[in-house]
């Protein structure tokens, strides 16, 4: 089955670029997409098909795709920003979809 | 205002049945695939079941397959899932989804999430 592989942690001072990766084979062959889960709380989207933004995400939100890794880019990271954060792709070979372990995003 | 709401759950015993719903409004509910994810306490996300429009094409994760049933309701707008025999490890917060449309549907994500649903499976 496809895997994706997430740091467990990042830490960032506010004001600076946070970026989370998402380890997967030949990921960049697939459209990734990421989500934002506070503590209780359901998950929002806030990046798909690689680097689009749906509508009332900030502009500080990015992604790229290539290769075997997916990147989620938060440019100058604010508190609000601390939450876990998980890609996901569609593995069209199983029908699954397939999420990452999450990576708990701090900002220091 | 695009909504998923969820309903049906609760504390069961392992072995026992439980039918989940989710009730969408403000979207054309009946052009989206849709999906269940579920979230054990202090878990991440795993995608339990997803359902394509007209109910042609339905997936499950292997874990819940023959034991779970996911199901649509165009009509009234609503999403379903039927989890037999259910155990332990079912124990999770499960989320309805609104997934995408379209030849490319999966280019979406999902892009609409209900509150969710706590569904605990204990003697």
């Known amino acids: 089955s496809y895997v994706l592989a997430q740091p467990p942690s990042v830490s960032v001072a506010p004001g600076k670029t946070a970026k989370i990766t998402c380890g997967g084979d030949?990921?960049?062959?697939?459209?990734a997409h990421w989500y934002q889960q506070k503590p209780g709380q359901a998950p929002v989207l806030v990046v798909h098909?690689?680097?689009d933004r749906p509508s009332g995400i900030p502009e500080r939100f990015s992604g790229s795709n290539s290769g075997n890794t997916a990147t989620l880019t938060i440019s100058r990271v604010e508190a609000g920003d601390e939450a876990d954060y998980y890609c996901?792709?569609?593995?069209?070979?199983?029908?699954?979809?397939?999420f990452g372990g999450g990576t708990k995003l701090t900002a220091l | 205002e695009v909504q998923l709401v969820e309903s049906g759950g609760g504390l069961v015993q392992p072995g026992e049945s439980l039918r989940l719903s989710c009730a969408a409004t403000?979207?054309?509910?009946?052009?989206?695939?849709m999906a269940w994810v579920r979230q054990a306490p202090g878990k991440g996300l795993e995608w339990v079941a997803s359902?394509?429009?007209?109910?042609?094409?339905?997936y499950y994760v292997d874990s819940v397959k023959g034991r779970f049933t996911i199901s649509r309701d165009n009509a009234g707008a609503s999403l379903y899932l039927q989890m037999n025999n259910l155990r332990a490890e079912d124990t999770a917060v499960y989320y309805c989804?609104?997934?995408?449309?379209?030849?490319?549907?999966?280019?979406?994500?999902?892009?609409?999430w209900g509150q969710g649903t706590t569904v605990t499976v204990s003697s």
């Open positions: 359902i394509n429009q007209d109910r042609s094409e339905i």
């Open positions: 996901q792709v569609w593995d069209s070979r199983s029908h699954h979809w397939v």
């Open positions: 403000g979207f054309p509910f009946y052009t989206y695939w």
């Open positions: 989804a609104r997934c995408g449309r379209g030849g490319v549907w999966y280019y979406y994500g999902m892009s609409v």
């Open positions: 030949n990921i960049g062959s697939k459209s």
């Open positions: 098909n690689d680097n």
